[in-house]
């Protein structure tokens, strides 16, 4: 198997999705002949592996790539789309073994997946656990039964959310098994912006972590209370002074109270009155 080439040794670009991935990856080619749909042997950080081409080839100086590249190795052979299908079904034998023997070592770890590379050469599991896990013991165990590389690869929570799937709260397809390739950072201050109760229950997805959706209208939030007091701020309006209690960003509507009284205001009646300050004191 060779090394990885730099991109400048190849002509094009050519981008391929595997199967169950989302994400699409970058490979080189000097062939010309690839086309949409085409099903092609790819060498991988893993190994081997069967691949979709998703879109044109692409010249490679239009490419803006700073890493090196792996080369697409060929165009799948009916014995290689063969051999993919029935690593399918080898995986699953395999997750069975690999679950019977962590149950016997006694490990605190759940497998997900398994996976092998298309020449069968190597079997990836990935599992969770809560702690780190001395597997070394298993590895052997399995290397023995498989004949093959193994590796054990630890997942966090989302990607095992992402490797399982299921439905949202909002009623559809979990994000990261729908459409997300990447998992972006999601922070509380996010909630905050968009005036949510600070719920970390109903706030976090089935992987327990805070839902990815909360990143979606976040620059819109943030952008449209640029300008406006903060909650709880003590403002001066019409001569008197004020608490803002509730900001509603989709009505554009602002409540300010104080012990005698409280308004209800829009967004440009509180901006465009000149007597509103922020208090001194």
């Known amino acids: 198997?060779?090394?990885?080439?730099?991109?400048?040794?190849?002509?094009?670009?050519?981008?391929?999705?595997?199967?169950?991935?989302?994400?699409?990856?970058?490979?080189?080619t000097n062939e010309d002949h690839y086309t949409m749909d085409d099903k092609v042997v790819v060498e991988t950080a893993r190994g081997l592996e069967l691949g979709d081409v998703i879109a044109r080839l692409i010249p490679m100086e239009?490419?803006?790539?700073?890493?090196?590249?792996?080369?697409?190795?060929?165009?799948?052979?009916?014995?290689?789309?063969?051999?993919?299908?029935?690593?399918?079904?080898?995986?699953?034998?395999a997750k069975d073994v690999c679950e019977q023997a962590i149950e016997d070592s006694g490990l605190d770890m759940r497998l997900i997946d398994a996976q092998?590379?298309?020449?069968?050469?190597?079997?990836?599991?990935?599992?969770?656990?809560?702690?780190?896990?001395?597997?070394?013991?298993?590895?052997?165990?399995?290397?023995?039964?498989?004949?093959?590389?193994?590796?054990?690869?630890?997942?966090?929570?989302?990607?095992?959310?992402?490797?399982?799937?299921?439905?949202?709260?909002c009623g559809q397809e979990t994000c990261c098994s729908r459409f997300l390739t990447d998992f972006d950072v999601i922070s509380i201050?996010?909630?905050?912006n968009q005036m949510l109760?600070?719920?970390?229950?109903?706030?976090?997805?089935?992987?327990?972590?805070?839902?990815?959706c909360l990143k979606y209208e976040n620059c819109i939030y943030k952008?449209?209370?640029?300008?406006?007091?903060?909650?709880?701020?003590?403002?001066?309006?019409?001569?008197?002074?004020?608490?803002?209690?509730?900001?509603?960003?989709?009505s554009q509507q602002a409540k300010i109270e104080n012990r005698e009284e409280s308004i209800q205001l829009t967004f440009e009646q509180l901006m465009n009155d000149t007597s509103l300050r922020q208090s001194k004191e």
């Open 223 to 250: 952008e449209a209370k640029k300008n406006l007091p903060k909650m709880n701020e003590q403002i001066e309006y019409q001569g008197k002074k004020y608490r803002v209690s509730s900001m509603n960003i989709i």
């Open 116 to 169: 092998y590379t298309l020449d069968r050469s190597k079997i990836i599991f990935s599992y969770v656990a809560d702690e780190r896990v001395d597997f070394r013991d298993l590895l052997k165990q399995l290397a023995a039964i498989f004949k093959c590389r193994i590796e054990l690869r630890q997942i966090g929570p989302r990607d095992k959310a992402k490797f399982i799937g299921g439905i949202g709260t």
């Open 197 to 212: 109760a600070l719920n970390i229950p109903k706030l976090s997805g089935q992987c327990g972590k805070l839902m990815c």
């Open 1 to 28: 198997m060779s090394e990885s080439t730099n991109k400048h040794e190849f002509k094009y670009a050519c981008i391929i999705r595997f199967e169950g991935i989302k994400k699409a990856y970058t490979f080189g």
């Open 189 to 192: 201050n996010m909630a905050k």
């Open 62 to 93: 239009e490419v803006n790539l700073s890493s090196e590249i792996k080369p697409v190795l060929r165009k799948a052979t009916n014995k290689d789309i063969l051999d993919y299908k029935d690593n399918v079904q080898l995986a699953l034998d």
